[in-house]
């Protein structure tokens, strides 16, 4: 005998501007100042978005709005008021190349793209090879006309009544990279997002209170930013957005006082020097979320010991809005050695409350359950109210899907007796650089065509600063004396950004194949670490 509630994103804004209306939003602008102003001020701006995006006349009920954004204050507002008005955000990955950006908007067929002036050069690329007329720009120029967000907000009604019907209507869409190389969508739901910020507000999550202030330096067209920007409004704390380019993130953290920051491993690793010559500068900060990709327990000791910084590690993916499992240590932890406790942190943490994870092996009639004991390996499965049942517009397959209703996360790893998962290994085919995943398989399949390869195998390696790079192996059609790593890099380039293109070819005679005629990607990479060290010792 309950009310029937909705779940919606029109409850998290509303809670914001009822109980939080003072708490602040702070951008960092392109010229090193700041916006700010608090959350009174951005939903009523969010209500003016709304009207002034209906007036458009393009969008109805469910229809993509894409965004090509950093993490500012207008992209925060579209976050809400694109679902609110129930259409669906579509945050656009603005480090791929226009090429794969045109296959993703063309199957979101996205009606409306906001555009950020960080980005506005590139964007042209794009827009010559897509068909969405409706480009909205935070600014315009003489050199790119257009419509602009300021002039749409200043025309629009400042009021707009909140009107869902349905907890379960789409309100955002990300893409991952595919295995196969073709990215696919996912698609949430007010309720399953709703249920996602419930989940990781609570106090052995990310934990966030009203008197945080919250710093996503996680991309806010990566995997919802975490979800973070709503997370951080339910809970009533301040946030900062570091905009395109921060130039110096310890600057930032000690003229805003984040208390907590998010981002992966990379940026941590890269900032470190940075934050331990300001550590009474940045004294506020006493929380990271990391994840995307492990966090190396050297750097989590550094953190901790050394800046007095807790690491959360957290694991996760695009599937899953995107949050699974979250490191803490457990009060039975406390009297441990702290390299003890290190190891713990180190691994990718235990199930968050609502989401289910079992280890698994395929078997000739479908999947056994594996026991946690720290120690057998197997694959990743997951279920829960905020992960994906499917893909969008694709039909499930049983790669991705099991039959009794599990997604299989491409994941291999053990769980210990406590619950703590640590992943050991990936089955799909992607590299992870710098939190941001490659298809080894698109990039294989893009050398494939070059008329000097015969056969390739990518493969990624382990690189202290990215945490992951791709090698190219391969074997040639016909002999070349000259170096023709140039050669390949170009050609990828065509299609895809510089981040993804390998930072060595190596031709090979052979390369090795397992029992069933693929390429052994396992004895490659032992092949190259062996004469890597060789080369080392000589
Ligand atoms: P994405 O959908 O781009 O967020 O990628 C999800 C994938 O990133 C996961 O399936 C993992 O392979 C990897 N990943 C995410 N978080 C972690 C982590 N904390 N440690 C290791 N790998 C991670």
Redesign the pocket.
Known sequence: MMMNYPLTLAQILEHARHIHGSKRVTTLLPDQTFHSYNYTALCERVKRLANAIMQLRVIQPGDRVGTYASNTYQHLELYYAVPCIGAVLHPLNVRLTAVQLARIVQEAEDKVIFVDDAFTKQFDKLREKIECKQIVHFHTSSAHPGIAYEQLLSEADSVYSWDIPDENRAMGLCY??GTQGEPRGVLYTHRSMFLHTLAVNQADVFGLTEADVVMPLVPMF??MAWGLPYASMFAGADMVLPGANPVCIADLIAETGATVAAGVPTIWARVYPELSKRRQDISTLRRLI??????PPTLIEAYEKNLGVEIC???????MS?TGTFSKLRGAHQNLSDAEKWRIKAK?GRPIPGVELRLATETSNGFTKLPWNGEVVGELQVRSPWTASRYYNIEPTTEHFTADGWLR???IATVDVDGYMQ?VD?A?A?I?SG???ISSVALEASLLKHPSVLEVAVIGVPDEKWGERPIAVVTLSQRIHEDISDTLGQHLAVEFPKFWIPDQFVIVDEIPKTSVGKSDKQALRKQLLMSETKEKLS
């Open positions: 991952t990279s990566h995997a990391v994840g995307g990709e492990a966090m590690h957290a694991w996760g993916m695009t599937e995107p990718q996360t491409g994941d992943i990936r799909k992607l992870r939190g941001e995943s």
